[in-house]
């Protein structure tokens, strides 16, 4: 099992960009989400999803997009970078939305100049 | 609605003494709380969970946490300090049912060992 996996690992932008990181995971879990980390503020939930088809919003989530087309992959997309949006992302999945163990990929460092 | 505070962002220990992270929440359900740890340029990694059974949990590399309602209090210790355990720490909290389905985290603390 390569658990859950995100690439890239480093991106830089310039304002105004778009672009997709990608999530992937090879449990069968139907739990997926995104947050971003900032120092001093833990991690905020940007989007999750239930299952595939299904998505909503989390906390921090404008400036972004996601889907699920399939079980495995959850893709975010950035519309139109903003330096506001540089931050490190990580994806997490799991059996149940809250009260299983979230596992989360090794994370994505964004800047955005 | 669910929140979490962990009450210091930075604590130092020597190596082989105790370490306490604190951690409150606030919730309106019986809650989930978890621990995580995130060594550096790594994601994070499930040390113990509460879901409603034992008060007291143990986790993994000897870390536990008792889970006080009263004091609405989720600390987590170890008896003696390892050089490896030192890694930025956070409290998690989840009480369902409620709408969104998510986590929230606290903001974290860094956990330094001195040699």
């Known amino acids: 099992n390569a658990g859950v996996t995100q690439t890239p690992k480093f991106q830089v932008l310039k304002t105004g960009q778009s672009m997709t990181l990608q999530c992937a995971q090879d449990m069968n879990h139907e739990y997926m989400s995104w947050y971003r980390q900032d120092p001093g503020m833990g991690l905020r939930l940007i989007h999750y999803s239930v299952g595939a088809g299904i998505t909503d919003q989390g906390e921090v989530p404008n400036g972004y997009n996601v889907s699920r087309s399939t079980t495995e992959d959850f893709p975010l997309r950035l519309l139109s970078a903003a330096p506001s949006q540089t931050s490190v992302y990580f994806c997490a999945s799991s059996y149940s939305p809250v009260q299983e163990t979230q596992y989360f990929g090794p994370g994505t460092r964004l800047l955005v100049l | ?115």
Request: proline share 5%; net charge positive; glycine share 6%.
């Open chain 2, 1 to 115: 609605a669910q929140s979490v505070t962990q009450l210091d962002s930075h604590v130092s220990v020597s190596e082989g003494t105790p370490v306490l992270l604190r951690c409150n929440y606030s919730s309106s359900y019986s809650p989930s709380l978890f621990w995580y740890v995130q060594h550096p340029n790594k994601g994070l990694q499930l040390l113990l969970k509460y879901t409603s059974a034992a008060t007291l949990v143990k986790g993994i590399n000897g870390f536990e946490a008792e889970f006080k309602k009263s004091e609405t209090s989720f600390h987590l210790t170890k008896p003696s300090a390892h050089m490896s355990d030192a890694a930025e720490y956070f409290c998690v909290v989840s009480d369902t049912p409620t709408g969104r389905r998510a986590l929230t985290f606290g903001s974290g603390t860094r956990l330094q060992v001195q040699p």
